[in-house]
C-alpha cells in the first residue's frame, strides 16, 4: 500500500519530475469516470436511492433487462442519446486534450468508462470507450455496427433497423451489467506499460474499471486521483487532488507539460 498525499492545490513537482525517464519518452494512461461528464452537464442517471432515471439497474442495464422488456431500454438509451446535443466538452477533457498533443505519438492512451462522446469532442484522438458509445448501435443478428444520431434516429423511441441485413431492431452498442468490457486487453497492456496514471471522476467501485488502478500500482506507475470525493481505493493513489476536475486538470496539465519541457 502506497502512503497517499491529499493534494487541495498543485501537484508534488518533485515526485513527477521523478516519473519521466531519462532515456524514453513519458507512457501516460488515463482513465475517466462520470465525474468529469457531470460537469458538462451529462445526466449521470444514477441516484442516491440507486436508480437510473426511475428504472432499476436490472431492467435498464442488463441484457435480461433487454430480453424482458426492450421498448423500456431502447428509450431510455435514446433519451441519453439525445443529450449529447446539448452539452460541451469542458476544461478538463480539454486539458488531457492539450497533454496528448504535447506527447510523443504511442505515448498516451484515455480509457474511458464514459458512454458520451465529449473527449472525441474536445481533441482526444487516441481513446477506449471500455463500456461502449452512445452514439454507436450494433444489429443483434449480423453484429454490424454504424453511427446513428441523425434527427431521423433520435426524434423519437422507434427501433432503428439495420442498414446491412434489414433486422427490425439494434440494440445500444453499450456494455451492461454482466457483459465484458471492449477492449481489455488493449486497455490493460496501456496501464501496464505506462509510467503515470491518471484516474478521474471515478467512484473505485465499478469494476473491472477500479481494477486498473493496482494493475498501475503493481507495474511501477505513479498514480495521481482527481474527484470531487475521494474514492473507495483512494489509498492506492501517489496522490490525490480533490475538488472539480474542471479546475484541477488544466493546472496538472501545464505543471507536467512544463516538466517535459
Not at 47 to 54: A, F, P, T
Amino acid at each position: 500500500m502506497v502512503s497517499i498525499q491529499i493534494v487541495l492545490a498543485l501537484s508534488n513537482i518533485m515526485a513527477l519530475t521523478d516519473v519521466i525517464p531519462s532515456d524514453r519518452p513519458l507512457r501516460v494512461a488515463v482513465l475517466t469516470g462520470a465525474g468529469i461528464s457531470a460537469e458538462s452537464g451529462v445526466n449521470t442517471f444514477r441516484g442516491q436511492d440507486g436508480l437510473w432515471n426511475g428504472h432499476r439497474i436490472e431492467d435498464v442495464a442488463t441484457p435480461e433487462g433487454w430480453i424482458i422488456d426492450s421498448e423500456k431500454v431502447w428509450a431510455f438509451y435514446q433519451e441519453r442519446r439525445r443529450q449529447l446535443k446539448d452539452v460541451e466538452p469542458n476544461s478538463g477533457h480539454l486539458a488531457l486534450s492539450e497533454l496528448e498533443k504535447r506527447m510523443e505519438a504511442g505515448c498516451f492512451t484515455l480509457i474511458t468508462q464514459n458512454v458520451d462522446d465529449l473527449h472525441e469532442r474536445g481533441g482526444t484522438e487516441n481513446l477506449i470507450h471500455m463500456h461502449g458509445e452512445l452514439r454507436l448501435v450494433r444489429c443483434e443478428v449480423c453484429e454490424h455496427k454504424f453511427e446513428a444520431m441523425d434527427s431521423k434516429h433520435l426524434e423519437n423511441d422507434e427501433f432503428i433497423s439495420c442498414p446491412e441485413c434489414g433486422h427490425a431492431k439494434v440494440r445500444p452498442e453499450i456494455v451492461w451489467f454482466g457483459e465484458m468490457p471492449f477492449k481489455m486487453t488493449e486497455l490493460q497492456r496501456a496501464v501496464i506499460d505506462c509510467d503515470l496514471f491518471l484516474v478521474i471522476g471515478t467512484s473505485g467501485n465499478v469494476y473491472p474499471a477500479a481494477g486498473l488502478l493496482g494493475q498501475a500500482l503493481s507495474s511501477g506507475s505513479y498514480c495521481v486521483g482527481f474527484n470531487l470525493e475521494p474514492p473507495l481505493n483512494v489509498d492506492l493513489f501517489h496522490e490525490f487532488h480533490q475538488g472539480l476536475a474542471g479546475e484541477l486538470l488544466p493546472l496538472f496539465v501545464q505543471e507536467l507539460i512544463d516538466i517535459m519541457m
